[in-house]
C-alpha cells in the first residue's frame, strides 16, 4: 500500500466568500469617506492611506496564515508590511509613505498593550510558589543567550558593544503569544499536567519577559548617550530606570487600584445569599472602563519615559503598575479586564505592529554578509539558550523529554522583538535630524533587520 498523506487545501466556502465581499466593500466605503473627510492624506503616498492600508492587508494576512495551524497569524502580518515595503510600486504608494514619528507613536502604543496584558496575566503567587525553578528558567536562559549574542555580534558584525549589548536582549526575550497558546493547547490534552509543565513555563515566561525589555531599555538608553560622548554620564541611569520605574508602576498601580475598586457581593433583596448577585462598587466602573484607564495611565508612563531617555524603567513600570491594579481588583475583574485587552490586541494593535514593523525594513540598505551574519548569531544564541534551558529545568520532576520540551519552547520570538526592534532607529533619526544615511540610523537598522529576521526564522 502506498503511503497517501492529506495535504493542507483552503477551501472557501460560498458564505465565506460573501462575506469577504462586504469586508472590502466596507473598507472601500470607509476610504472613501475619509477621502472626503481629510484629503489628499488619503490618497496614495499619503501618510494615512498608508497606515490604512498596512492594517487591512495585515489583518487579511493574518487571517489566511492562521488557516495554517500552528502558523501564527503574526507571521502573514509581519511579511505583509515588508511586501509592502520592498515590492516596487506598492513601496512607493504604501510603504515609503509612512510617516516615521506616526509609526513610532504607534508602536509605542502597542508595546504598551503588550506590557499591560503581561503584567495583568503576572501571577504573583505562582510566581513566589515557583521561585526557584520559574527563576532559573526566566533568567538564566535569556542571560546566556544575550551574552553569547553581544559577544559574538561585535566580531560578526562590527558594532559598537552598546549595540551588541541591545541586540543581545533584543534577541532574549521569547514571546509569550506564541508559546503561550501553544503550551495551553497542550495542556488541555493532559500533555506534562502532572508533572507542572504548563504553570512553570507560563509563569517563567511572564518573568523572562519583564527581565528582557528592562535589559534592552536599560542597554538602549546608551546608544544615543554614547554616540554623543556622555557614556559615563548615563552610567547611573540603569539603577535608576530600575528602582524608579518599579516604584513608580507599583504607586501607580495601587491609585489605581483604589480609584476603580472590585467589584462587592451585596445581599439579594429578599434576605438570600450574599453571592446572589454582584454590583459595581463604583457605578460605571465596567472592564472596559478598567481597560481603558490602565492602558491610558500605562501610555503616559511609555511616552513621558521616551522624552526622558529613560525607555527601560518605563516598561517596567507599566508591567509593575497593571500587575498591582491586578492584585487589587481580584483575579476575577482582573481577567475580565486582561479580556478587552486582548480584543484590542488581536483585532488591531498586533496587525498594526507587525505591518509597521515588517514596513520598516528597508533591504536595499541591507548587505548579504549582515543577514548571514545574523542568521548565525541567532543560530548560535539559540544554541546556548536551548541548552541552559534544558540545565535549568533539572533538579525536579521533569522527566528527560519534558526538559527538552522545555528547551524548545523556549526559543520563539516574535512579539517583544517587533515592539522593540524599532526603538534604537526611532532614537537614532531624532539624534540625527532626520539623516537616514547617520552611521547611527544604519546600525539601528541592522538591528531592526536581525529583529524580524528572529520573527520569521522562530516564530513558526
Same mark, same amino acid.
Given at each position: ?50 497606515? &490604512? ?22 507571521? @502573514? ?31 509605542? %502604543? ?39 549574542? %553581544? ?17 543581545? &536582549? ?25 508533572? @507542572? ?264
Amino acid at each position: 500500500m502506498t503511503d497517501e498523506r492529506k495535504i493542507p487545501v483552503l477551501r472557501v466556502t460560498p458564505a465565506e466568500a460573501k462575506r469577504a465581499l462586504l469586508v472590502l466593500a466596507g473598507v472601500v466605503a470607509w476610504w472613501c469617506a475619509s477621502w472626503l473627510a481629510i484629503g489628499p492624506s488619503m490618497e496614495p503616498r499619503g501618510p494615512v492611506f498608508a497606515v &490604512y492600508v498596512l492594517l487591512f492587508v495585515a489583518t487579511f494576512a493574518g487571517h489566511y496564515v492562521a488557516r495554517f495551524p500552528p502558523l501564527p497569524p503574526l507571521l @502573514g502580518q509581519l511579511v505583509a508590511g515588508f511586501v509592502m515595503r520592498n515590492v516596487p510600486g506598492l513601496s512607493e504608494a504604501v510603504g515609503e509613505a509612512v510617516d516615521a514619528r506616526c509609526s513610532s507613536a504607534m508602536r509605542t %502604543a502597542a508595546l504598551g498593550v503588550i506590557l499591560v496584558r503581561a503584567g495583568l496575566s503576572l501571577d504573583v503567587a505562582a510566581v513566589y510558589r515557583l521561585r526557584w525553578p520559574a527563576a532559573r528558567l526566566a533568567f538564566g536562559p535569556s542571560t546566556a543567550e544575550a551574552l553569547t549574542v %553581544a559577544l559574538l555580534a561585535k566580531p560578526a558584525l562590527n558594532l559598537p558593544w552598546t549595540y551588541c549589548a541591545v541586540l543581545g &536582549y533584543l534577541f532574549a526575550a521569547i514571546s509569550p503569544a506564541v508559546v503561550i497558546p501553544s503550551l495551553l493547547r497542550l495542556q488541555d490534552k493532559g500533555y506534562g499536567v502532572k508533572a @507542572g509543565v504548563p504553570a512553570l513555563v507560563t509563569t517563567a515566561a511572564s518573568v523572562d519577559v519583564v527581565y528582557a525589555i528592562a535589559g534592552f531599555g536599560v542597554c538602549a538608553g546608551f546608544l544615543v548617550t554614547a554616540a554623543g560622548g556622555g557614556a559615563s554620564s548615563a552610567a547611573w541611569r540603569a539603577p535608576t530606570q530600575i528602582v524608579g520605574g518599579a516604584l513608580l508602576g507599583y504607586l501607580a498601580g495601587r491609585a489605581l487600584g483604589s480609584i476603580t475598586p472590585p467589584d462587592r457581593a451585596v445581599a439579594s433583596p429578599g434576605g438570600g445569599s450574599p453571592d446572589a448577585f454582584r454590583v459595581w462598587e463604583v457605578p460605571g466602573e465596567t472592564p472596559a472602563r478598567r481597560a481603558a484607564w490602565l492602558l491610558g495611565m500605562s501610555l503616559l508612563i511609555l511616552f513621558a519615559g521616551a522624552e526622558a531617555e529613560m525607555t527601560g524603567g518605563a516598561a517596567l513600570g507599566v508591567i509593575v503598575a497593571s500587575a498591582a491594579a491586578a492584585r487589587e481588583w481580584g483575579a476575577v475583574d482582573a481577567k475580565a479586564c486582561g479580556g478587552v485587552l486582548n480584543v484590542l490586541w488581536n483585532d488591531l494593535a498586533q496587525p498594526l505592529l507587525f505591518a509597521l514593523i515588517g514596513a520598516a525594513v528597508d533591504v536595499s540598505r541591507l548587505s548579504g554578509g549582515e543577514v548571514g551574519a545574523g542568521v548565525g548569531l541567532l543560530a548560535a544564541g539559540l544554541c546556548v539558550r536551548g541548552l541552559v534551558a534544558f540545565l535549568a529545568a533539572g533538579g525536579g520532576q521533569l522527566a528527560f523529554t519534558e526538559r527538552i520540551f522545555v528547551a524548545i519552547a523556549w526559543m520563539p520570538k516574535a512579539t517583544v522583538q517587533a515592539a522593540l526592534a524599532g526603538l534604537p532607529l526611532d532614537a537614532a533619526i531624532a539624534f540625527e535630524g532626520g539623516d537616514r544615511n547617520g552611521p547611527e540610523t544604519k546600525r539601528a537598522e541592522v538591528i531592526l533587520a536581525l529583529g524580524v529576521l528572529a520573527i520569521l526564522i522562530t516564530a513558526p
